[in-house]
């Protein structure tokens, strides 16, 4: 059984939904030391954990997508089919993004650590 385009597009999303959520922690994760209940986490060098960088790489590359599929294929869906190419992969890009940030979070995975 051969792929359709709607296929392509799903496994492309599903794909960038792991590359995303592993790059958002290892670009931006700090190694978090255990903090005292008072000061609340820190990273080692004393900064902060900042995880809205995080989540703009998932929208950024969400909406890159869009944009890409937009130029490159949009034009052979008609018009009433264009809203397929904002959703055809979207909770799946998204869970995968989440788990791979968090399960690369909870292991103590960062840059620091390669």
């Not at 969400?62 to 992969?89: C, E, H, M, N, P």
Request: aromatic fraction near 14%.
């Amino acid at each position: 059984m051969a792929l359709t385009l709607l296929d392509k597009i799903y496994w492309l999303r599903v794909s960038l939904g792991a590359i995303g959520g592993v790059s958002a922690e290892l670009l931006t994760g700090c190694k978090v030391l255990i903090p005292p209940a008072a000061s609340g986490g820190a990273c080692v060098g004393g900064a902060s954990p900042d995880y809205s960088t995080g989540i703009l790489i998932g929208l950024f590359l969400y909406i890159a997508t869009f944009y890409l599929l937009k130029w490159s294929v949009g034009k052979s869906f008609d018009k009433d089919q264009q809203r397929k190419l904002y959703t055809t992969g979207v909770g799946s890009f998204a869970m995968l993004f989440v788990f791979f940030w968090v399960l690369l979070f909870t292991l103590g995975v960062t840059y620091l650590n390669l």
